[in-house]
């Protein structure tokens, strides 16, 4: 099983489902439209000559289009090789370490990315979200293609999902997930849980952490749901927000799940009542936090085993 199914399963069984929303901008896709967008991007990365193997760097807000670049990699037979905003100040490190052939990044670190470029010696590519810049080519003309996606030359074992833990001295320090491992996982997490077609799932936490994948998008989209990204938890609405959506499933790290908890204790009503799962990846809540959430809210947060992750480079690269 590839990542970039779960979008084709979903067009073949529910087209006009919601698959992928966006808080910020109130933008959503549903399972056919979504499932066709992939299909344009790793035909525009595939011209661009990304190929079985090859890296696909993102660097940017988490949105539609950080979806899509990773699906579209995975749809081009690339890795997504995720580099958090947070480490720009040495994005050469990171970038130089997986050695991208294109480079997917938001406007607003142009500088970043001018600043590394001339070490960057890997990429062929720079591709801007919003809109042509010096040395990089629009991302609507990835997402415009009207090429022909390329041949299924995927296979369920190769690296999909590339991300980085922060690295304050040595080597950066890769892991990767490849493809049937990872949606094992996520079929597995959603059977255990419960979770189906109905259940629309919130993800505050950064996209370019592999926390994001697998708790909140995997698991939902493998049972046909809804996952939405949010940017920023506070400053773009919280609990009113998965209110709102009528969210079934809040998916997040300690920091956000410590802000909601305190926002429930001062919000009429406490969390919304369509919440019935809260999940953080294994390892990352305080227990004094999981006790509160279950006495404040009586839905107690879950900790989810994480796909088993290799280093990067792996053997023999």
């Known amino acids: 099983m590839l990542l970039h199914h779960l979008l084709k399963e979903g067009a073949e069984r529910a087209p006009d489902r919601t698959a992928l929303g966006w808080v910020k ?125 390329p041949a299924h030359v995927v296979d369920s074992s190769d690296i999909a999902h590339l991300s980085y833990a922060p690295a304050t001295t040595g080597e950066p ?16 997490l959603a059977e255990r849980l419960g979770i189906g077609p109905d259940d629309v799932s919130l993800g505050p936490t950064p996209l370019s952490g592999a926390n994001q994948l697998a708790v909140n998008l995997l698991p939902v989209l493998s049972a046909t749901g809804t996952c939405w990204v949010m940017n920023n938890w506070e400053a773009e609405g919280g609990l009113d927000v998965a209110d709102r959506l009528g969210a079934t499933i809040l998916a997040a790290d300690a920091p956000v799940l410590a802000a909601a908890l305190s926002e429930a204790g001062s919000r009429d009503g406490g969390p919304p009542a369509s919440l019935r799962l809260v999940l953080a990846g294994e390892g990352v809540l305080p227990a004094d936090l999981q006790r509160a959430w279950g006495a404040e809210s009586g839905v107690a947060p879950a900790e989810v085993r994480m796909p088993e992750a290799s280093e990067w480079p792996p053997p023999g690269q």
């Open 25 to 149: 901008r109130d933008r959503s896709l549903n399972f056919a439209e979504a499932a066709e967008a992939t299909d344009r991007v790793a035909a525009g990365l595939a011209l661009l000559g990304v190929e079985r193997g090859d890296r696909v760097g993102v660097f940017a807000h988490s949105g539609l289009d950080y979806l899509l670049a990773m699906f579209g990699a995975w749809r081009a037979g690339a890795a997504a090789a995720l580099v958090d905003l947070s480490r720009a100040g040495e994005l050469d490190r990171y970038f130089g370490d997986c050695r991208p052939k294109v480079v997917i990044y938001t406007h607003d670190y142009f500088e970043t990315i001018d600043r590394h470029r001339e070490t960057l010696d890997s990429v062929e590519t720079y591709v801007c979200l919003d809109g042509a810049q010096p040395g990089a080519m629009d991302w609507a003309e990835i997402l415009g293609c009207t090429a022909a996606p």
């Open 173 to 188: 320090m890769g892991s990767c997930l490849s493809h049937e491992p990872t949606c094992g996982n996520a079929r597995s």
